[in-house]
Every structure is written in C-alpha cells, then in structure tokens.
Nanobody, 128 residues
C-alpha cells in the first residue's frame, strides 16, 4: 500500500508561481513512475506531467510545456511540480499518482488507469 499526500496548493494571481509537493510512504518509491494530474469542475482528470522512476525522463501536457517542471527526490520519497506563469485556466484540483507496474524504467505513464495510487488532491486557484 502506498499513501500519497499533496501540499502546496493555494490562491495565486495570474503570472504567479506555486510549488506542489507529494510525499509518498513506503520503501520502494524509487521503483514507481509518478504523475501529476488536474481536474477542473465538470471536466475529466487530465495528465499534467509524469516522471520516470529515476527522474531521467519526463512528460508534459502541451498546455504546461515551458511553464511547469516535474522533479523527484527519491531520497525524500517526494515528487514536485513547479508551476510558473500560472494562468486562470490552470485552476483545478491537482492530484499526484503512483504507477507501481510500469514495465520499463524510463516509462512516463499518461493515462489515469495506468496509476495505482492517488493522493487526496490539492486545490490550485489562479485569479485573473
């Protein structure tokens, strides 16, 4: 069982920055691919970014490329999402997720059904 706890959400003005953190329980964090997803009211949960087990490979949704950065610290069992140049359309609940069965070390899963464990979510609100 893996427990994920997100933090760092909040209210920020357009153009501002936030850093989300996701702390994971367990001793095998370095064997999980990790992802960040967002879900706005009335919309599906979508991939924002994903990172491979070692952190050597990343994936970004087109809407956040150049503005968001995903990273991980396997010694601290934590994955981060640095969010810059925030826009009102980034407003959503952000979830981190763990994939424990990626077949390859360089995998960056992008679909919700590829992830086994989810955090409770953290609200990000960007005002115009």
């Amino acid at each position: 069982q893996v427990q994920l706890v997100e933090s760092g959400g909040g209210l920020v003005q357009a153009g501002g920055s936030l850093r989300l953190s996701c702390a994971a329980s367990g001793r095998t964090f370095s064997s999980y691919a990790m992802g960040w997803f967002c879900q706005a009211p009335g919309k599906e949960r979508d991939i924002v970014a994903a990172i491979s087990r070692s952190g050597g490979r990343t994936y970004y949704a087109d809407s956040v490329k150049g503005r968001f950065t995903i990273s991980r610290d396997n010694a601290k069992n934590t994955v981060y999402l640095e969010m810059n140049s925030l826009k009102p359309e980034d407003t959503a609940v952000y979830y981190c997720a763990a994939n424990t069965r990626a077949p390859f070390g360089w995998s960056t899963p992008t679909r919700t059904n590829e992830y086994d464990y989810w955090g409770q979510g953290t609200q990000v609100t960007v005002s115009s």
